[in-house]
């Protein structure tokens, strides 16, 4: 009987079950309501998240989900992955010094969206575009939102 209780679990459990559910339903509903409308926070910051957190299908989500916003708002090509290199590369880097996993999380979302508009405004002057970067009132309510977010999950 001990051998049966020492048993693990396969994986699939519902918590599980709900995190696919709401990567499909942001992957499905979220997304293209971003494109319509400008106040919806776009949660780059939480896709980010997850994809330095989480488990394999929340990383293949977030890329698909980078993916998709990406082609749906028309940005320059690979502009979102290059934005996750440099994240990636800035977030070891706050690993070793910060040990708060909310302030971590915090300045995660902040530090994406930073990168980001650097990333947009290095390709802009590559290009020779004027690639509009976002209102900083609006950039500062999509990182409230994204955290708001990224602590209710």
């Known amino acids: ?90 977030m070891r880097w706050l690993f070793r010094y910060v040990a708060c996993p909310s302030c971590t999380m915090a300045l995660s979302v902040l530090f994406y969206y930073l990168i980001l508009e650097g990333v947009l405004l290095f390709y802009g002057q590559i290009l020779g575009v004027n690639l509009d970067p976002v209102d900083p009132l609006l950039l500062g309510l999509y990182i409230i939102l994204d955290l708001m977010v990224l602590h209710a999950l």
């Open 1 to 90: 009987m001990q051998a049966l209780s020492s048993m693990q679990r396969s994986g699939y459990d519902a918590q599980t079950l709900k995190r696919i559910a709401w990567l499909l339903g942001l992957l499905l509903f979220y997304e293209p309501l971003t494109t319509i409308y400008v106040y919806l926070p776009p949660l780059l910051g939480v896709m980010a998240w997850y994809f330095l957190q989480g488990r394999t299908f929340e990383r293949i989500g977030a890329l698909l989900y980078l993916y998709i916003f990406e082609i749906d708002h028309s940005l320059p090509f690979m502009s979102l992955f290059i934005a996750l290199l440099f994240y990636q590369l800035a």
